[in-house]
């Protein structure tokens, strides 16, 4: 017979009561609708100095339990403070990015379901799901059907994914057995992106045994495309001297400008040379879904792979990046290894998507994205998608149309690079607009960031959020006029 006292002692094991579960789970839902509803209350940007929020917390864990309306608290009085609100409308710095409702809803139950996708057999629904939601998805940017995906966690997972299986359709290279350092017989590899190209190609080629000098970036143009005609001379004259060419990363709508690389003309010489073609859409794919913008697609259905992150301008939050190929096979090949334990009595019919990656366990993502694409259907994520390179092109037509400021880039999407023009020829432009940029973000009523465009110091602006509407544009326009004079009238006295 157990006492009492073994009773209770027990009873302290296992989780907490499903009521503490009820009560802060509604507190925290009815925090979350008051945070989405008045996001104004918070400054966009943290207003915090390094190490600010650490000397606010513990160095040691707590030896005895704290209360959940403690631990509540002190991410209200602590850990809000120190978030930069990429849920804000204002957010308009990077790329803009959404949790949106349906994304947090889907993410709640995530964790509640806490299923592993590893196998089909560990979760078949959360398998079946993801074979279901990017199959939509990939009607909606128009890829044709002889695509499938795989959810990775972020686009330069998904890159090193694409590079990766080029590399194992190397013919004769065998990387995966001999690997690549100290053999003679391998041929050095190149991988080919633009100037422009995301730091995860570069990254990819770091990780993957091919080495940064493996990496060529082709230049471009004016408009910051990639030209071709150096992507096919940077493979003659590689191939003359020994590289073996095997990948190449077309960007369609790049980080900094969102630039749309020639892909047709790319996939031709990739075509020729029997060179693996992968497409980063990150940020720009999302425009896809729109009619109007179906363009940017064009080449990539030859493509070997692509990858469209959700997690930009899809509303998803944070994270899910869509990757799809049309070789699953040489994906599978460059990572399938079955120990003992996983196999299981389906793996002729099914998809295990262990097989295709990296990483063994993975979480339920595919959830929150179909609750995504249902809530707000094909259209509504259109409108938005629209809505948003509305915004981006009114914005656009002030900065050209105000002689005070000028546009650095064509604006195909929803960003937009300009700059305010200097004044007179001693006027310094990069310290001008360095100093406007942190005078806007420093009002915490908006937070845009920057980059160098023609050796320009270039302040960038990225429409994306779920909840950017035409109001947050014009305050955000109203902001830079209005500081733009007042650092121009301290210079001048
Ligand atoms: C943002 C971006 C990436 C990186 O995305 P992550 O999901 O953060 O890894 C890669 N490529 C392009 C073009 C991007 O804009």
């Known amino acids: 017979?157990?006492?009492?006292?073994?009773?209770?002692?027990?009873?302290?094991?296992?989780?907490?009561?499903?009521?503490?579960?009820?009560?802060?789970?509604?507190?925290?839902?009815?925090?979350?609708?008051?945070?989405?509803?008045?996001?104004?209350?918070?400054?966009?940007?943290?207003?915090?100095?390094?190490?600010?929020?650490?000397?606010?917390l513990p160095a040691v864990p707590p030896e005895q339990?704290?209360?959940?309306?403690?631990?509540?608290?002190?991410?209200?009085?602590?850990?809000?403070?120190?978030?930069t609100h990429w849920n804000h409308p204002a957010f308009m710095a990077y790329f803009g990015t959404s949790g949106s409702v349906p994304g947090i809803l889907g993410e709640l139950l995530c964790s509640a379901f806490n299923v592993n996708a590893m196998l089909w057999k560990t979760s078949p629904a959360a398998t079946e799901l993801e074979e279901v939601a990017l199959d939509w998805l990939r009607q909606m940017i128009g890829l044709p059907a002889g695509f499938s995906g795989i959810i990775y966690d972020t686009a330069s997972v998904s890159t090193l994914h694409a590079v990766a299986a080029a590399r194992e359709a190397v013919p004769g290279l065998n990387s995966r057995e001999l690997g690549l350092s100290g053999r003679s017989d391998a041929p050095r590899?190149?991988?080919?992106?633009?100037?422009?190209?995301?730091?995860?190609?570069?990254?990819?080629?770091i990780t993957l045994g091919i080495g940064q000098a493996g990496f060529r970036k082709i230049p471009v143009d004016s408009e910051f495309r990639m030209v071709p005609e150096a992507l096919q001379q940077a493979v003659e004259d590689d191939r003359k001297v020994g590289w073996t060419p095997f990948c190449a990363v077309a960007t369609v709508g790049t980080t900094s400008t969102t630039s749309v690389d020639p892909v047709p003309a790319i996939a031709d010489i990739c075509r020729k040379h029997s060179i693996w073609l992968h497409v980063d859409a990150a940020y720009g794919g999302a425009a896809a879904t729109i009619p109007e913008m179906r363009w940017i697609m064009e080449g990539c259905d030859r493509a070997d792979s692509l990858v469209v992150n959700p997690h930009k301008w899809i509303f998803t939050p944070m994270d899910l990046s869509a990757f799809y190929t049309q070789r699953m096979n040489v994906l599978k090949q460059a990572f399938s290894l079955v120990p003992e334990y996983l196999k299981t009595g389906q793996d002729a019919s099914v998809r295990n998507m262990m097989d295709y990656g990296v990483q063994l366990g993975r979480r339920f993502r595919a959830l929150k994205l179909w609750m995504i694409i249902r809530t707000y259907g094909r259209s509504g994520i259109e409108a938005r998608i629209r809505e948003h390179m509305r915004l981006a092109r009114m914005f656009a037509s002030w900065v050209e149309e105000d002689p005070a400021f000028e546009l650095l880039a064509p604006v195909p999407f929803s960003t937009i690079c300009f700059r305010a023009l200097p004044t007179g020829n001693s006027d310094d432009g990069d310290r001008l607009n360095d100093a406007l940029l942190s005078a806007v973000n420093a009002t915490g009523e908006v937070f845009l960031s920057h980059t160098r465009l023609h050796n320009k110091f270039t302040i960038r602006m990225a429409i994306g959020n779920i909840r950017t509407d035409e109001k947050v544009v014009r305050r955000a326009w109203e902001l830079l006029k209005a500081n733009l004079d007042r650092l121009r009238g301290e210079n001048s006295r």
Request: a negative charge; proline letters at 8%; hydrophobic letters at 40%.
């Open 65 to 83: 339990p704290e209360p959940m309306s403690t631990i509540v608290d002190d991410v209200e009085r602590i850990i809000v403070p120190g978030l």
């Open 189 to 205: 590899l190149r991988l080919y992106a633009s100037e422009q190209a995301h730091s995860s190609v570069e990254k990819a080629a």
């Open 1 to 56: 017979m157990k006492s009492d006292i073994e009773d209770r002692e027990l009873s302290r094991l296992g989780d907490i009561d499903p009521q503490v579960f009820r009560t802060f789970g509604y507190r925290i839902i009815d925090w979350v609708a008051d945070y989405l509803e008045h996001p104004e209350k918070y400054p966009v940007l943290a207003n915090v100095v390094p190490g600010e929020i650490r000397s606010q």
